[in-house]
Nanobody, 125 residues
């Protein structure tokens, strides 16, 4: 099993920044990639960014490309999501997830087996 704990969410004004953290523990060696997803009220959970360990391949959704950066620190078993130039449309609960899927970088919720509890991000106007 893999346990994931997100932190770093909060309330920020439009144009502000936040850095989310995802601390992983357990059988992380069995995983291949980490993703960030978000869910706004009344909407489905959507892909934000993903990173694959081995090839360091990274992918972002079009809505966050150029504003968000996903990264990791192996020694701390932690993955980060730096969010800049935040907009009200970025509001939602942000989830960290890990996947054991090989091949193409996973970007759908079904491809991820382990999930954190989520952290709330609210961007005010």
């Amino acid at each position: 099993q893999v346990q994931l704990v997100e932190s770093g969410g909060g309330l920020v004004q439009t144009g502000g920044s936040l850095r989310l953290s995802c601390a992983a523990s357990g059988r992380t060696f069995s995983t291949q990639a980490t993703g960030w997803f978000r869910q706004a009220p009344g909407k489905e959970r959507e892909f934000v960014a993903a990173l694959r360990w081995s090839s360091i391949s990274i992918r972002y959704s079009e809505s966050v490309k150029g504003r968000f950066t996903i990264s990791r620190v192996d020694a701390k078993n932690t993955v980060y999501l730096q969010m800049n130039s935040l907009k009200p449309g970025d509001t939602g609960v942000y989830y960290c997830a890990m996947s054991s899927a090989r091949g193409a970088l996973p970007i759908t919720t079904n491809e991820y087996q382990y999930w954190g509890q989520g952290t709330q991000v609210t961007v005010s106007t």
